[in-house]
């Protein structure tokens, strides 16, 4: 059977810019060796983000992020971007 070995590294960081507003980043880097002709892809990507908290409990949070993939096969490539929108809750 075929398969691969992937390698990953992530590193993500936050910080409490004030009472209410969490700034975060996150940065990662992801390589598989394909096994029996699947072909090797390494992917870098990163996203920057804000959470503003009305109170203790909720929050409005927003990041934007970026993914590249590169591989040797030309249909295996890819370049994103994605944006996301949300409420986020906690007790």
Do not use: K, P
């Not at 009472?19 to 892809?41: I, M």
């Not at 009305?54 to 590169?70: H, I, M, S, V």
């Amino acid at each position: 059977s075929s398969g691969s070995i992937v390698y990953t590294a992530d590193f993500t960081a936050d910080y409490q810019a004030r009472a209410n507003l969490t700034l975060n980043s996150a940065v990662n880097l992801e390589h598989s060796d394909g096994f029996r002709g699947l072909t090797d892809q390494t992917s870098v990507g990163g996203q920057i983000g804000a959470t503003y908290w009305f109170n203790r409990f909720a929050g409005l949070t927003g990041r934007l992020g970026y993914d590249q993939t590169f591989s040797d096969d030309e249909t295996q490539r890819s370049e994103e971007w994605s944006a996301f929108l949300g409420l986020r809750l906690q007790r």
